[in-house]
T-cell receptor, first 114, second 113 residues
Framework: NAGVTQTPKFRILKIGQSMTLQCAQD?????MYWYRQDPGMGLKLIYY???????DKGEVPNGYNVSRSTTEDFPLRLELAAPSQTSVYFC?????????????FGSGTRLTVV | AQTVTQSQPEMSVQEAETVTLSCTYD???????LFWYKQPPSRQMILVIR??????QNATENRFSVNFQKAAKSFSLKISDSQLGDAAMYFC??????????FGTGTRLKVLA
């Protein structure tokens, strides 16, 4: 099925470990986004990309890095995991940045840092 | 700064009845869009309905409709003929010319059989 695929769905990390959350879309969308959703809160933007090779920071980028070498993939890297990064992470994509376009979201990765 | 407020953490509705979820927002901009997203237990966010700020007519998508009051900065979602599959978290979101949404904290909707 076309859409946004995130892996893994669940992960437990120890403090100080690193990991990469994978995100891939097959809709040829140029615009991709990473959000985190903390319990009882809405989504907050971590990083976004407007095309291959172009990324920029969102509201809460500290502790994360991204890369966009292809249109399809937009991985999110956590370096030196901290308990504050325990959250559900969503990747999303859109065809256009125009205001009228909704996003297509992945099903999320639940990350726990212990 | 723009904010989105959903004051109802949880709502319940009987199957086949109508429920309204509230959302207010704060902005000084004139050009923006408002959205309602549904997040079922599968966690995937699904776009339910969108509203352009410059349109006075309320958006409608099948059983879902909005009551958009621009002056009051209110954007409520009405679900008619509620079904068990409507049970989910519902997020109100605001979008401007920047590359981001501003999401509310969500309302959990329970549908009672």
């Amino acid at each position: 099925n076309a859409g946004v695929t995130q892996t893994p769905k669940f992960r437990i990390l120890k403090i100080g470990q690193s990991m990469t959350l994978q995100c891939a879309q097959d809709m040829n969308h140029n615009y991709m986004y990473w959000y985190r959703q903390d319990p009882g809160m809405g989504l907050k933007l971590i990083y976004y990309s407007v095309g291959a090779g172009i990324t920029d920071k969102g509201e809460v980028p500290n502790g994360y890095n991204v890369s966009r070498s292809t249109t399809e993939d937009f991985p999110l890297r956590l370096e030196l995991a901290a308990p504050s990064q325990t959250s559900v992470y969503f990747c999303a994509s859109s065809y256009s940045p125009a205001l009228s376009y909704g996003y297509t979201f992945g099903s999320g990765t639940r990350l726990t840092v212990v | 700064a723009q904010t989105v407020t959903q004051s109802q953490p949880e709502m319940s509705v009987q199957e086949a009845e109508t429920v309204t979820l509230s959302c207010t927002y704060d902005t000084s901009e004139s050009d923006y869009y408002l959205f309602w997203y549904k997040q079922p237990p599968s966690r995937q966010m699904i776009l339910v309905i969108r509203q352009e700020a410059y349109k006075q007519q309320n958006a409608t998508e099948n059983r879902f409709s909005v009551n958009f009051q621009k002056a009051a900065k209110s954007f409520s979602l009405k679900i008619s003929d509620s079904q068990l599959g409507d049970a989910a978290m519902y997020f109100c979101a605001y979008r401007t010319g920047t590359y981001k949404y501003i999401f509310g904290t969500g309302t959990r909707l329970k549908v009672l059989a």
